[in-house]
């Protein structure tokens, strides 16, 4: 059931006012060509922008993927079997062969059309003896032991995010913030067109910025 707030308050309008400039006027006549002249994306009026993009769910049943993760680090070492390959060669081999004086080799073996791929370390002398790792959680045993840090392995699902606290009236405004700004946003971040669904005040405030003639009198 909706909810609704009952006691909504107004106070004085204590804003000064003043006649409109030439700038003001300006940037209305710049903002009304930029309204009127934008593609629509085959969006309704009264139309606006936002930023999506996608954001992870951990610890989800129904999985997208699964993160190796460094519980000591407090951080993600990789998403996928690739990725962990080269942290493992460029990170851990070498410390871990000196540990314990084997010399291994490791590689790489890609899916074909269905599984993530194995990894393969070979001890160097005796090829025969070599380990074959198939899951995330075979990874997890493997660095834990040889490593003596703690390993987790996280599930997660992506799904899309419509981030809070963006509006824009144009595209170019949203696609210059989030030039600006991208840092803040996940990789697929992008400008969206929506609409300000049954909106009345929205919809006749952008219908006078679109149709009112802005140029002053002479």
């Known amino acids: 059931m909706a909810k609704y707030h009952n006691n909504l308050k107004y106070h004085e309008d204590k804003i000064d006012k003043h006649n409109i400039t030439n700038k003001e006027l300006e940037f209305l006549q710049e903002l009304q060509n930029e309204l009127n002249t934008q593609d629509d994306l085959c969006q309704a009026n009264p139309r606006f922008w936002v930023i999506k993009g996608s954001e992870k769910l951990y610890n989800v049943d129904e999985a997208d993927g699964y993160e190796l993760y460094d519980a000591d680090c407090c951080e993600t070492i990789a998403e996928n079997m690739e990725e962990i390959y080269k942290y493992i060669r460029d990170e851990e081999l070498d410390e871990i062969c000196e540990c314990d004086g084997i010399k291994r080799e490791i590689s ?4 074909t059309f269905f599984g993530t791929g194995v990894i ?9 003896n070599y380990i074959e790792l198939e899951s995330l959680e075979d990874i997890r045993v493997w660095l834990s032991e040889y490593t003596n840090r703690n390993f987790n392995v996280i599930s997660y699902k992506t799904v899309d995010k419509t981030y809070e606290d963006t509006m824009f ?18 990789d697929d971040a992008h400008t969206y067109a929506m609409t300000a669904w049954r909106s009345p005040r929205v919809e006749k405030l952008l219908n006078i910025l679109s149709t009112v003639n802005f140029k002053k009198e002479e």
Not at 108 to 111: G, I, V
């Open 108 to 111: 790489y073996e890609p899916p």
């Open 120 to 128: 393969k370390i070979t001890e160097t002398e005796d090829k025969s």
């Open 169 to 186: 009236l144009t595209q170019k405004d949203a696609e210059e913030h989030l030039r600006s700004n991208y840092y803040h946003y996940s």
